[in-house]
């Protein structure tokens, strides 16, 4: 994988605000990703669901609750599925105050939306498609918004799966997007993709020293999702992973002597 325009200073290790950065802010938000540059990350992960009428969203649950005030606004739409509501009745929904009154009134971010802003500002996407029955189309709305957007993203973006087949879709498409794996694949399976996957991203209980340096070998990247412990950042620091996703970026920055 050609090292992303994101990357940090050589010998660096890239910090990637999980889900935006969903410990000081509302999690798939674009102000979420705003506070993680102003706290020094390289890049912001987020979610991708598809609407009703087939747009993207950045959101993470199937449903709109935990993160929306969508029980008060559409109250007889149970269970609130985000595939149930077309664009316009979701940019209705206030996407912040259920993390913070500071919040209020965010708003669902469209993928779009995250590429017009951050596309262009340096900041890295790493964009998690997320497949459910209910949105079967969406690898081909994802290829062709990306292709819409070439000139905004152009480097700065790597998409990733836990559906390891789904996204030759949108590689076939879009082949300059490099494709992560999520799911702690083994080497047997990464034989299997191995045309058009060119990274990893792992749990960090399941990172061993051993598979780290089987995947170089194999010039994969090596992502690793460590929440925001300090002991378990330290360990996959050491261990040599290329960027580090964490709900805690300032945290990660810190501990990678940005300050
Ligand atoms: O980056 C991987 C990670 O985002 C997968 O977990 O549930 O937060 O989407 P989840
Ligand atoms: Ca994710």
Redesign the pocket.
């Known amino acids: 994988l050609a090292t992303p325009a994101w990357a940090a200073a050589p010998g660096n290790i890239e910090v990637?605000a999980?889900?935006g950065g969903s410990v000081n802010a509302p999690e798939n938000t674009l102000a979420a990703c705003a506070l993680a540059r102003a706290q020094q990350a390289d890049a912001c992960?987020f979610?991708i669901q598809q609407t009703k009428d087939h747009q993207l969203v950045l959101m993470?649950d199937e449903t709109l609750s935990r993160t929306t005030d969508v029980e008060q606004v559409f109250p007889g739409r149970s269970p609130w599925h985000v595939a149930d509501f077309t664009l316009a009745e979701i940019r209705r929904l206030d996407a912040g105050s259920w993390f913070s009154s500071r919040y209020r009134d965010e708003r669902v971010p469209t993928l779009r939306e995250a590429l017009d802003q951050l596309g262009g500002s340096g900041t890295g996407l790493?964009l998690?498609v997320?497949h459910s029955p209910r949105s079967p189309d969406i690898d081909q709305q994802v290829a062709a918004v990306l292709q819409e957007t070439r000139d905004q993203w152009r480097g700065n973006l790597v998409l990733?799966t836990?559906d390891w087949r789904a996204l030759r879709v949108v590689h076939d498409q879009v082949p300059e997007v490099p494709i992560v794996l999520?799911g702690n694949p083994s080497l047997e399976q990464l034989r299997g993709v191995a045309d058009y996957v060119r990274g990893v991203?792992l749990?960090q209980r399941l990172v061993t020293e051993e598979y780290i340096k089987e995947l170089r070998r194999k010039h994969m990247r090596v992502?690793a999702?460590a929440g925001g412990r300090r002991p378990v950042i330290r360990r996959l620091m050491g261990y040599g992973v290329d960027g580090i996703?964490t709900s805690n970026p300032e945290r990660v920055a810190e501990l990678t002597w940005r300050r």
């Open positions: 990637i999980h889900r992960e979610d993470h790493l998690e997320k990733q836990f999520l991203t749990s992502y999702i996703l």
